[in-house]
T-cell receptor, first 116, second 113 residues
Framework: AQKVTQAQTEISVVEKEDVTLDCVYE???????LFWYKQPPSGELVFLIR??????QNEISGRYSWNFQKSTSSFNFTITASQVVDSAVYFC?????????????FGKGTKLSVKP | DAGITQSPRHKVTETGTPVTLRCHQT?????MYWYRQDPGHGLRLIHY???????DKGEVSDGYSVSRSKTEDFLLTLESATSSQTSVYFC????????????FGNGTRLTVT
């Protein structure tokens, strides 16, 4: 069975702090895809990144970076120099290659609050 | 932004009444999905579609039905709404099976009294 665990339910930081959101996954598939989504207070869900299981290179996009480690089944998300606009719920998700679309599994989300 | 429109955005209805939520896309994507979002549960898949008239059940399909008569429209129907179906409903689309990310609509907040 596939599973995504976001152990941090809520995180609160002060602006300009760095913060890491943890995502640990379980899957028996050798090929799979991992995603991060952002849900700001306005409620929409915004796609942030997709990573396939064969690409373990870390990725950086501005203040955002992602650390994918197959050895620990983790796909962690770091925000550097956090800003108030980063306040949101962040979801990690997983799907196995060739799996039914019903197999896209979301974690329960981490609520990040960035205070000025 | 992906062209996804959900209607209505908000709805209040009474227990036992039928409710239909609509999702309309302008991206011509093959796959469409209905999720519900509840506190403590994250996002859970209700039904999805992999083509016109091709649908399948998700994790929490009981009490819901769907229809897709055109590529651009995916309807979610609650045949007889119950209070446990009070939730925020999101429609999503994707271009292919597993490689493409989902793009979500803005959600429909449904309250069943």
């Amino acid at each position: 069975a596939q599973k995504v665990t976001q152990a941090q339910t809520e995180i609160s930081v002060v602006e300009k702090e760095d913060v890491t959101l943890d995502c640990v996954y379980e899957t028996r598939d050798t090929t799979y895809y991992l995603f991060w989504y952002k849900q700001p207070p306005s409620g929409e869900l915004v796609f942030l990144i997709r990573r396939n299981s064969f690409d373990e290179q870390n990725e950086i996009s501005g203040r955002y970076s992602w650390n994918f480690q197959k050895s620990t089944s983790s796909f962690n998300f770091t925000i550097t120099a956090s800003q108030v606009v980063d306040s949101a719920v962040y979801f990690c998700a997983l799907i196995g290659y060739g799996g039914s679309q019903g197999n896209l599994i979301f974690g329960k989300g981490t609520k990040l609050s960035v205070k000025p | 932004d992906a062209g996804i429109t959900q209607s209505p955005r908000h709805k209040v209805t009474e227990t036992g009444t039928p409710v239909t939520l609509r999702c309309h896309q302008t991206e011509n994507h093959r796959y469409m999905y209905w999720y519900r979002q509840d506190p403590g549960h994250g996002l859970r898949l209700i039904h999805y579609s992999y083509g016109v008239k091709d649908t399948d059940k998700g994790e929490v399909s009981d009490g819901y039905s769907v229809s897709r008569s055109k590529t651009e429209d995916f309807l979610l129907t609650l045949e007889s709404a119950t209070s446990s179906q009070t939730s925020v409903y999101f429609c999503a689309i994707s271009a292919d099976a597993d490689n493409s990310p989902l793009h979500f609509g803005n959600g429909t907040r449904l309250t069943v009294t």
